[in-house]
């Protein structure tokens, strides 16, 4: 017997699925050339191309005059429409094309050509589809028509030009410009770089030149050869470095003081298999659409074409006011403004609701990560628990690190869980006046055990003025207690270890600045191994 409910499901899978709006992936850059007026010009026609040759049929003649136009042939729709004043110039298409192996699946490319007070032009590309497909599976890929405009015209942005191949890292010159571009903070897009032991045979094999057509203008793709991996091991340490095979995204933002953690890494045997190779592929051309949006404002970096359309038609309708013309005319205007707006708005609802479903699904996966993360604190205070219960002690084996050069990627080796080098802190360890690094490495180690067992309510042991050796101990800042950011949150640093003495002298003077991070139960080291200057001191 059939229940409502059942009869309500029933119903329920007969009718049709919403189709929503995704967007996949954004583009900006500039086009190069020395006169701006003609290299518009030159990049319009290649955009008309591109649409003409997946339009199915011939552009109407107002298309090839840079003017507002309308096109529609069998779901493959493309609209046009240009705003020219003294000094602006922006013309702008948005092209319809239904996906050749999914039904209902429709494409959508938004095209932006801007030319303001003679400068280089700039071009936009924003690449959406609308589907009823409850679960989107797809594999991005930047719009043809980006690398048409990049080998034909040449594009850049922020100094980095676009290109459709890899770039090879095979000497000093370029591994000059890969260290720049790493360490650069202006860059904008991840950097995937591959390293290979042998030939640029190898290079084709690995499909890294796919990839570059894949991300362009949204990533660069670097293959580096053996030679200078070592060197980039050398500049960055082994923890941030990538060599023997393995490949390595960069994130924007990435210094020789970053989490290495934050910036992927794929190990030689991951790709040494087809499926291996696949999923590393794949994962860096979906992170780099979604990284491509997370980073372009719209409105600012980037203009839709629906707001372009509403303002062409509101600079049309008050010309058409100040030139006295008849009311037929102006309601004409006034209507196509108005279903303009509509579906302006339609968009904006169905764009919405795809941010709300994505801010819910990276909210998910945060809970997901914080969750991992706390278990992982537990897991490994279990381990510890485990070998001191067996009456060893946790660092006994632990080698000490070289030198200061090696000692931030020590602590990430063998503090993980326990300690940890605020981006502050790794910068001031790379070259320290401070000469005892020993010493340094006892108090880390006594910050990791004593002092953080003492936190977690394992021992008796006093923080205030506790003995750490002859002539070092830990005590309150005082007046020199200052407050950081950490993870989105505020801390104060109320604690320091120091040494004996008045001295200031940076070769004697020890200093370790640290805080409590409870919910990862890890000490926090902000600031070593020199004397912190504050308003108090």
């Not at 003679?118 to 890929?141: A, K, M, N, W, Y």
């Not at 945060?366 to 969750?371: G, L, N």
Request: glycine share 6%; with cysteine; net charge neutral.
């Amino acid at each position: 017997m059939n229940t409502f409910f059942d009869s309500r499901t029933s119903f329920s899978l007969r009718m049709p699925r919403p189709v929503r709006e995704h967007e996949i992936l954004r583009v900006v850059g500039n086009i190069q050339g020395d006169d701006a007026k003609q290299t518009a010009k030159s990049a319009r026609k290649e955009v008309l191309l591109w649409t003409k040759n997946r339009s199915g049929g011939s552009l109407p003649k107002e298309a090839w005059e840079y003017k507002g136009f309308e096109y529609f042939f069998g779901g493959r729709n493309v609209v046009g429409v240009r705003i020219k004043e003294s000094q602006i110039d922006i013309w702008s298409i948005r092209a319809d094309e239904p996906d050749d192996t999914v039904a209902k699946r429709i494409w959508t490319t938004e095209i932006v050509i801007a030319t303001i007070n003679g400068q280089h032009p700039v071009f936009t590309v924003r690449s959406l589809v609308s589907t009823p497909e409850d679960e989107l599976r797809i594999e991005p890929h930047v719009p043809g028509v980006v690398r048409q405009l990049s080998d034909k015209i040449g594009l850049y942005r922020n100094g980095y030009k676009f290109q459709s191949f890899p770039v090879i890292v095979d000497s000093q010159e370029k591994y000059d410009w890969l260290v720049y571009a790493l360490l650069d903070p202006a860059r904008t897009v991840p950097i995937f770089v591959f390293t290979l032991p042998k030939d640029i045979e190898v290079v084709q094999s690995n499909n890294t030149k796919s990839l570059c057509n894949a991300v362009l203008g949204i990533g660069v793709v670097v293959v580096c050869y053996p030679d200078y991996c070592w060197e980039l091991t050398r500049h960055l340490g082994q923890q941030r470095s990538v060599f023997s095979g393995a490949a390595r995204t960069y994130m924007p933002g990435f210094s020789d003081d970053s989490n290495p953690y934050d910036h992927r890494l794929f190990l030689a045997s991951q790709l040494s298999t087809p499926e291996g190779n696949r999923q590393c592929f794949q994962w860096m051309r979906i992170l780099a659409a979604k990284d491509s949006i997370r980073r372009t404002r719209l409105g600012n970096e980037l203009l839709t074409f629906s707001s372009i359309r509403n303002a062409s038609l509101q600079f049309s309708q008050k010309s058409l006011e100040k030139s006295g013309a008849s009311d037929h005319d102006k309601l004409l205007t006034a209507y196509n403004r108005i279903k303009a707006l509509e579906e302006r708005v339609a968009r904006i609802e169905s764009e919405n609701e795809y941010y709300v479903d994505e801010h819910n699904k990276e909210y998910l996966r945060a809970q997901d990560a914080e969750r991992l993360y706390n278990l992982s604190a537990f897991r490994i205070q279990q381990l510890l628990d485990q070998i001191k219960g067996a009456g060893v002690k946790p660092d006994s084996n632990i080698p000490f690190p070289a030198g200061w050069d090696k000692f931030g990627d020590w602590c990430d080796q063998y503090l993980a869980g326990r300690l940890v080098l605020a981006s502050s802190a790794r910068r001031a360890v790379q070259s320290p006046e401070y000469e005892d690094i020993q010493l340094a490495v006892r108090c880390l180690f006594w910050l990791a055990n004593e002092c953080r067992e003492s936190l977690l309510g394992q021992s008796n042991l006093q923080l205030r003025e506790a003995i750490i050796e002859s002539g070092v101990r830990n005590s309150p800042c005082g007046g020199d207690e200052y407050e950081v950011s950490w993870n989105g949150q505020k801390y104060v640093v109320g604690w320091h270890v120091k040494n004996g003495g008045n001295t200031r002298d940076p070769a004697r003077c020890l200093r370790i600045y640290w805080f409590w991070e409870p919910s990862s139960q890890q000490i926090i080291i902000v600031d070593m191994p020199a004397h912190k200057r504050t308003g108090a001191s």
